[in-house]
Structures are given as structure tokens and as C-alpha cells.
């Protein structure tokens, strides 16, 4: 039995996410379906990556991962089947991909699409489910698809760094308003080397060391923790940080060279300083 996950960003609003998976089951009945999120935000790939890598990890070895996220950026030729640490990937061809595992594919194929075929959601999905199909059948991959395929990328959001402080980008605000940003503890770290450090807010608001749980603090106080994928995360003990500090989601259309956007990288960014 295939065990399925499912990523969109279609939202739960209308019908979209349930014909996709009564597609899925009509090639295959015994699929088992496992949701990781439909809510992700339209044309947010730092987004969609950091959801995507931090849930995969966690499934059993030579499990499938559909990914429907912004299909359509380009007019869609193929799709993608990669495998990568023991987990298979099928995605658009839109550079999320490489954003996701950060690092090159182990194995990539390019899946064709019929040029007739009405390429939308629903006929994506299908193409999806039927590559699993004959895998799970034991169809060799090399007769799926085409091997040594070009196919886009896109450089995954790293943070800046300085001898004296690490930057990094706000990639997800969740359900609580916690706020994620892409450092891991490994990185901070690697460039904190045993020093003090002050991650500072507007209004001069200040936090100074790495908790544990939200509860090393009191009510309404705020802290940094790491998540359990690994990423430093500023919360406010059952409070809102992103509405407190004004912090909000990066985009990439903030690294456009305009007076507006460029003043919202300040709230899109957090520093933190060491020594």
C-alpha cells in the first residue's frame, strides 16, 4: 500500500482538494492519503519549502509526496519525480524543488504532459497518482520518465551572515503568530562560537537567551526557542509576536529595489547581534 502526503495551496474553500483525492483513489483504491497542508499562501516558495522539507522528513523511507504549489507559474510541459533521502517527490516544474531539499536530487525525471490535454489541477494530480501506480507496480523508473532532465531551480533563502551577527528571513508566521525564521540551531551556532547574543526588536524589545519550552517564561513574555524542524522561532508565551513586534512573512517581491518594499524588509528579517 502507497502512502501518499498531499501539499497544496488551493485552500479549503471550495471542492479542489477533495476531486483531487477521489482522483488519486480512482487509479488506486489502497492509496493512503495523508494531508500535510492545503492553507499555504499563493506564490510563497519560502513558504511552501519549509513546510514541505520539515513535514517529509518525518515519514516512512520510500514514501510519495505530491506537491501542488503554483502549478501554473509557467505553461507546464512536465512535472517532476525526484528521489532524495529515501523519499519520492513529485511536484511542477517551478524551482520549489530545489528550495525544498536544498541541495541536489539524488535522482530527478522529467514526467512529459500530453500537449493536448487540459493541463489544470486536476489532470496534474492524476499524472501524479498514476506515476506512484506503476512504481508501486514495478515499473523501472527509467521507463516512467525522462532521465537527466533540465528543469528549473531556485536558490533556497539562506541568512546573511557577519562576524558579528547571523540575519535571517521570516519564512512562516503560524496558526499562534509565532514567528519562524530560517536559522537553524546549527547555524547559529556554528557563527554565535560560545558568545552573547541580543536578538533586537522595534521599541528596543530584546531577548537574550535560547529557551526550551514556552513555558521557561512567564505569560505574555516573549522568547526564541528552536521548533522541532530545527528553526529558531520568536514567540510570545500565548501571545502574538508577529502583531507585538510587527514582523511579518518574507516575500520575494520585497528584494525588488523600491522605496516601499525595501522599508519592509526590516519587518520581513530578524537580526540577531553577538559578543
Known amino acids: 500500500m502507497a502512502l501518499l502526503t ?9 471542492y479542489l482538494v477533495g476531486a483531487v ?15 500535510i497542508s492545503h492553507n499555504l499562501s499563493p506564490f510563497n516558495y519560502p513558504q ?7 513535514a517529509i522528513k518525518n515519514f516512512p523511507s520510500f ?48 514526467i512529459p504532459l500530453d500537449k493536448l490535454a487540459n493541463k489544470n489541477t486536476l489532470y496534474c494530480a492524476s499524472m501524479m497518482g498514476k506515476v506512484v501506480n506503476q512504481l508501486q507496480q514495478g515499473e523501472p523508473v527509467m521507463n516512467i520518465g525522462n532521465a537527466d532532465v533540465t528543469y528549473t531551480e531556485k536558490n533556497h533563502l539562506r ?51 535560547i529557551s526550551e519550552t514556552y513555558a521557561d517564561v512567564n505569560e505574555g513574555e516573549k522568547l526564541a526557542i528552536f521548533n522541532s524542524a530545527g528553526y529558531m522561532e520568536i514567540a510570545i508565551n500565548k501571545g502574538n509576536a508577529a502583531g507585538l513586534f510587527g514582523l511579518k512573512g518574507f516575500s520575494e517581491k520585497s528584494t525588488q529595489v523600491t522605496g516601499i518594499l525595501q522599508s519592509q524588509l526590516f519587518y520581513q528579517t530578524v537580526r540577531v547581534y553577538f559578543g
Open 6 to 14: 498531499l501539499t497544496s495551496d488551493i485552500g479549503h474553500q471550495d
Open 21 to 35: 483525492k477521489a482522483q488519486l483513489l480512482q487509479i488506486n483504491p489502497a492509496f493512503s492519503i495523508v494531508d
Open 48 to 54: 511552501a519549502a519549509y513546510i514541505c522539507r520539515s
Open 63 to 110: 514514501s510519495y509526496h505530491i506537491i501542488l504549489v503554483n502549478l501554473f507559474e509557467k505553461k507546464p510541459e512536465q512535472l517532476l519525480l525526484a528521489f532524495h533521502q529515501e523519499q519520492y517527490i513529485l511536484c511542477a516544474d517551478n524551482g520549489l524543488l530545489s528550495m525544498i531539499l536544498e541541495e541536489k536530487p539524488e535522482m530527478v525525471m522529467g
Open 159 to 209: 541568512p546573511l551572515l557577519d562576524n558579528n551577527w547571523i540575519e535571517g528571513q521570516i519564512i512562516y508566521i503560524d496558526n499562534f503568530e509565532n514567528v519562524i525564521v530560517n536559522i537553524t540551531r546549527e547555524q547559529f551556532e556554528e557563527q554565535r562560537e560560545g558568545r552573547s547574543f541580543r536578538i533586537v526588536f522595534k521599541r528596543d524589545e530584546v531577548i537574550d537567551r
